[in-house]
């Protein structure tokens, strides 16, 4: 080497950048809920009959999935089928 410290070098510089975003992009997945508006939000905003069934339905799979009555896949689907079904009887504009 000639002499310079590692800390010193443009590939500590580089790691250091690398860091950064890496925690800046772990912050941004760890509060994606608070940053994004949800889905059951931004759904039935024109649409009172929609928003009331989507926050019915998809409360009552929300609430089964913290009394751990339903699985990941499970609640996936349920969620799924929930919104399919509001949507399907409310019709957007």
């Known amino acids: 080497m000639n002499g310079t410290h590692f800390l010193d070098s443009f590939r500590a510089r580089g790691l250091a950048v690398a860091v950064a975003l890496l925690a800046a992009s772990a912050l941004g997945w760890i509060n994606r809920a608070a940053l994004l508006p949800s889905e059951q939000a931004t759904a039935g905003a024109g ?29 996936k689907a349920f969620k799924t089928r929930a919104t399919d079904y509001c949507r399907a009887q409310f019709p957007g504009e």
């Open 47 to 75: 649409n009172p009959e929609l928003a009331a069934c989507l926050t019915e339905r998809v409360g009552a799979v929300e609430t089964m999935r913290a009394e751990a009555i339903l699985n990941d896949a499970q609640y």
